[in-house]
């Protein structure tokens, strides 16, 4: 199997892109640049948008010839497309098309959830996993490979099953159905997160460090 000039033989195969074609400033001026998306009807012009979307269009383009390149495989290949956060656009634009302050935490949040998908060239299972943090992809794509899971990646299983998501400053509380800093943690989530964090084998300084952080962003927000 090649992709593009490289071959690649015949040995199963991890490779990891990272394209940071999209992730900005969208400010550039060139007279070579072509705006392919326009936005009508904005208050603003937002060339910054502009110049983001025409790039996510380019960015579709190239999802679709890689799409169209590994169906002709044979061999069994499985594609996993994902991104960590939304872009740092105009603030201004933002709350135009959601109507949204980002002042809580569950709207700060939003900024992080992005989609995702995981394509195969032969069967898999088709299903919407719905919410689910970065940290638990690598589980998904394990299953759907039907590859061996490591004690950890189990613990991660048991993890997810009490705390859905969660980032450097907050998690997904089932039991109050919100977005919660982790400095207002309490009972079976608390716990679990203490764990998650001695099986991660942070410092106490810097497990607390992270406890500090939230706590301030949590103090701010309720000032």
Known sequence: MKIGNIELGEKPLF???????????????GADFEYSITLDGYENE?????????????????????????????REVLVVFFGDHQPSLNEAFLTEISDVDYDTAEERLR??????????????????????????????????AEMTMSPYQQFLSKV????????????????????TYWSKAEGKEKEMLEKMAGTMDLSARAYHKILKVARTIADLEDS
């Open 46 to 74: 937002y060339r910054d948008a502009q110049q983001y979307l025409s790039l996510i269009h380019e960015t579709d383009k190239a999802i679709e010839y890689l799409i169209n390149y590994f169906e002709k495989e044979d």
């Open 111 to 144: 900024r992080y959830t992005v989609p995702f998908f995981i394509w195969g060239n032969y069967d898999i299972q088709e299903k919407n996993v719905g919410m689910i943090g970065l940290n638990y992809l690598m589980n998904e794509v394990y299953q759907t």
């Open 15 to 29: 490779l990891f892109g990272i394209t940071m074609q999209n992730h900005g400033g969208y400010t550039y001026e």
């Open 160 to 179: 997810r099953e009490v705390i859905p998501y969660m980032n450097r400053y907050a998690y997904y509380s089932l039991e109050k159905q919100a977005f």
